[in-house]
């Protein structure tokens, strides 16, 4: 039927997306029968660079992901982003804790443990072409591009597309059909970098799985 063929492409979009992550990183984790969440989280994160568009920028200029408050992904991301490149420019990772340090930011990660200490960092964020990806139940309402979200022990993500038209990014439309719900505010909501403002959700949301198991730890 034609519902089920759908349903195993985008099965099979998701797990492809996921595995060419991982092996992309270190092939061992890509044949492991589990994955620690923060290799997994380290993996996404470069991986989504894949599937947005930045505004033009110098084309030697390196491609930052940065961390805020989340340790072992950063030290996965330092590992890992070594001899990586995205479109052509070397790939880095920069710990941030200042406003400051996002200077020349494409991907800025914020942990749960932060998320309620890094408003300043946030709201200055928003006003770049940053992707905001954060890790926390408020994540879409502070000002996140994507959302980290856990639903049976399997690593999901949800994407604002309000949030991405308005820090300047496309994301292209295989990310978006993978994601566990695409979500675009009615016009006129709020949009708080606090976390204290109430999401409205469109009755037309979508609903996606997309996923990876993870064990917690290593």
Known sequence: ????????????????????????????????????????????LFRFAQYVEWPEATSDAPFIIAVSGADDVAAHLERLLPGMNVNGRRAEVRRVTRVQDLEGVHILFIGANTFGRTR??????????ILIVTESEDGIDGGAVIN???????????????AADRSGL????????VAARVERRPQGALNCPDGN????????????LAGAGFRRGA
């Open 120 to 129: 300043a960092l946030r709201t200055r964020a928003i006003e770049k072409p």
């Open 170 to 177: 496309r994301i292209n439309s295989a990310l978006l059909s």
């Open 148 to 162: 980290f979200i856990e639903v049976d022990r399997k690593l999901r993500f949800e994407i604002s597309l309000n």
């Open 197 to 208: 403002g109430r999401r409205q959700r469109l009755h037309g949301c979508r609903i996606r």
């Open 1 to 44: 039927m034609p519902h089920r063929r759908l349903s195993r492409t985008r099965n099979f979009l998701t797990c492809a997306i996921f595995l060419v992550a991982i092996a992309g990183f270190c092939p061992s984790l890509a044949t492991s029968a589990q994955y620690s969440v923060e290799a997994v989280k380290a993996a996404y």
